[in-house]
């Protein structure tokens, strides 16, 4: 079964760090390119990162949200995805979610996301 | 940005009617739209890519279309696991952007 797990999510204060992970299984990895996806409490998702493949240099983009603060990162040997947080702000709460940029279009495979939440 | 427009923000259907939903970009973007369904507690599912193309295992009730930078989901025959929020999203440019959703409730 394709899956993805994310982790590493939980209380923070404003200013602070925090580093999500997302796990994969059950598909070869490194063939996909994969994104960062979140959902502020009652709200719609909102796309904040994405990084392809080696194939495409591993390349990043960033929501102008988040852009100077996250970065996404992967680690291939390990299936693993990661998306670092500084200078965390209380609107950055909300549930984040990995998923796998489809081949063939949209985002195909979803974590049940990590729920970050940002308070003093 | 491209912003994604959808409408209605609530639809209120019976079950084993037909549902219509609306996305409208705000420029171009070829046919890169997805469409996802998220039931309340779940991760967003994807059921629509390249704005007609249903995923994999999403059954044949839901079609999507397009006109130009008008988009339609529809469901055909609303059973009762249908009735969740879906939203739009466009990948065509970036940043990759998702309409507000449209909730899907039981008359």
């Known amino acids: 079964e394709e899956q993805l797990v994310e982790s590493g999510g939980g209380l923070v204060q404003p200013g602070r760090s925090l580093r999500l992970s997302c796990t994969a299984s059950?598909?070869?990895?490194?063939?996909?390119?994969l994104t960062w996806v979140r959902q502020a409490p009652g709200k719609g998702p909102e796309w904040i990162s994405f990084i392809r493949n080696k194939v495409y240099g591993m390349t990043t983009e960033y929501a102008a949200s988040v852009k100077g603060r996250f970065t996404i990162s992967r680690d291939d040997s390990k299936s693993i995805a990661y998306l670092q947080m500084n200078s965390l702000k209380i609107e950055d709460t909300g549930i984040y979610y990995c998923t796998r940029d489809g081949i063939l279009g949209g985002d195909d495979c979803w974590g049940q996301g990590t729920l970050v939440t940002v308070s003093s | 940005e491209i912003v994604m427009t959808q409408s209605p923000a609530t639809l209120s259907v019976s079950p084993g009617e037909r549902a219509t939903l609306s996305c409208r970009a705000s420029q171009s973007i070829r046919s890169n739209l997805a469409w996802y369904q998220q039931r309340p507690g779940q991760a967003p599912r994807l059921l629509i890519y390249r704005a007609s193309n249903r995923a994999t295992g999403i059954p044949a009730r839901f079609s999507g279309s397009e006109s130009g930078t008008e988009f339609t989901l529809t469901i055909s025959s609303l059973q009762s696991e249908d009735f969740a929020v879906y939203y739009c999203?466009?990948?065509?440019?970036?940043?990759?952007?998702f309409g507000q959703g449209t909730k899907v409730e039981i008359k």
């Open positions: 999203q466009q990948y065509n440019d970036w940043p990759r952007t």
């Open positions: 059950g598909f070869t990895f490194r063939d996909y390119s």
